[in-house]
């Protein structure tokens, strides 16, 4: 695998990844891996979690012949800035530039380019695919068709019940409900003016906060028309996998669907009951395999079709 680091400007910042390029001479189709939320890596590497989601799909889409594009998020690994500071409508922003530094790089063929984006990344293929100059297809790994609000609050439902069991104790002994408690922190964050703020005790990304509360995908997804694969695992805590059923109904482009029963979020089998704790455990797996061969033979048959 030839793999090169390639840095590129966004705004004020210089954003640094990594290409990946199939053997051959060229042009190759490409891909453009867009990472989840939070202060993630190139490879989807938190400090405190490896999760390595665009690194196994780089892997794996250029042993389909692919080309792929993996980059940092703003102040993280190589590139510079502070994630903290960043919105979401920058880490779009970001995206979008990286998407023009793949499409014109040597060896690329810029007719047929996808974005695959996972999480917070399925948001922003999304955004990309609504934008004027659309890529050849895009694939949505455990999308949110809500508005982020309500899947905040969403997810809190759904967290609750699988904490431990000390935990869900302590909670009854404060009389805590989860959910309100998440929705009290809600009105602390719209209140706030600043990029970084503190609420509830934890310095957070407060603009993206604010940003990704208000944000409701549909506006975007009902201006796709390029092909669109969407994929949920069916053990999701963290998006409604019923939320795919909006997807197929909101894009007027051609639209694919699955829900992958026993697989997380973190896009690896999770067996018994649903639960985040399990991620730890998750992560030293590899992707689970019917999620990858997805991906791989979606994305092959965009290169068919355009061919």
Not at 115 to 133: F, N, P, R
Not at 238 to 252: F, G, K, M
């Amino acid at each position: 695998m030839r793999e090169t680091t390639v840095t590129f400007r966004s705004g004020d910042h210089t954003l640094a990844g990594t290409l990946t390029s199939p053997d051959g001479d060229g042009p190759a189709p490409a891909v453009l891996l867009v990472p989840g939320s939070g202060p993630v890596d190139r490879d989807s590497n938190h400090q405190r979690m490896p999760l390595g989601i665009t690194r196994h799909l780089a892997h794996a889409l250029h042993d389909a012949g692919f080309a792929t594009f993996r980059y940092d998020k703003r102040g993280v690994g190589a590139s510079t800035g502070d994630w903290r500071a960043a919105g979401l409508h920058d880490n779009i922003a970001d995206a979008a530039r990286a998407l023009a530094t793949l499409t014109a790089a040597p060896g690329v063929d810029p007719t047929t380019v996808l974005v695959v984006g996972h999480s917070e990344g399925a948001l922003i293929a999304g955004a990309l695919a609504a934008a004027g100059t659309p890529p050849t297809g895009v694939v949505l790994l455990s999308p949110s068709a809500t508005r982020g609000e309500e899947l905040l609050l969403w997810q809190a439902a759904q967290i609750a019940p699988t904490l431990p069991a000390p935990v869900r104790a302590l909670l009854r002994l404060l009389r805590t409900d989860l959910v309100a408690r998440v929705a009290k922190n809600h009105a602390r964050i719209r209140a706030t003016t600043t990029d970084v703020a503190r609420v509830d005790g934890a310095r957070i990304n407060a603009r993206w906060s604010r940003e990704f509360m208000a944000y409701d995908p549909r506006d975007d997804l009902a201006r796709i028309t390029v092909p669109v694969l969407a994929v949920t695992g069916g053990k999701d805590l963290q998006v409604d996998a019923a939320d795919l059923e909006t997807v197929a109904r909101t894009v007027p482009g051609p639209v694919e669907t699955h829900v992958v029963p026993d697989v997380s979020h973190l896009l690896r089998r999770q067996d018994g009951p649903a639960s985040m704790s399990r991620y730890r455990r998750e992560v030293r797996e590899p992707l689970d395999p019917r999620v990858v061969g997805l991906v791989t033979r979606w994305a092959a048959a965009q290169v068919a079709r355009v061919g």
